[in-house]
């Protein structure tokens, strides 16, 4: 599982703004939302996910606050920002473009793909 692991945590931006373009969430939540849609195979690290939202809100694409969860203890939310839709759009967009070329290469005849 290294190889796909490897390959998703290139995508671990993208991944939280899909997540918080449906709305406001914190870290355990759309860690176990990442979890449940890959059928366990895959989470974040705890350093991982929260490095990523150090980044996006550094950068702009969301926004963070604190509120209360279940039984009042206190939790921070994060929020896409426009500027975050903006890069998700832009993020999903690079990669349809970049699974079409892969797809190319490697679903390819023998011989269709050269170096010439």
Known sequence: ???AADLIRGHTDAIILAHLIGGDSYGYKINNAIKQATE????LKEATLYTAFRRLESA???SSYWGDGDGGA???YYSITQHGIE????????WKQANQ???KLIYAEPGEV???
């Open 87 to 94: 890069i998700y759009k832009k993020m999903t967009n690079e």
């Open 101 to 103: 070329i892969i797809n």
């Open 40 to 43: 366990n195979t895959y989470e």
């Open 60 to 62: 702009g694409c969301i």
């Open 114 to 116: 050269s170096d010439k």
């Open 1 to 3: 599982m290294s190889i």
């Open 74 to 76: 206190r939790r921070r």
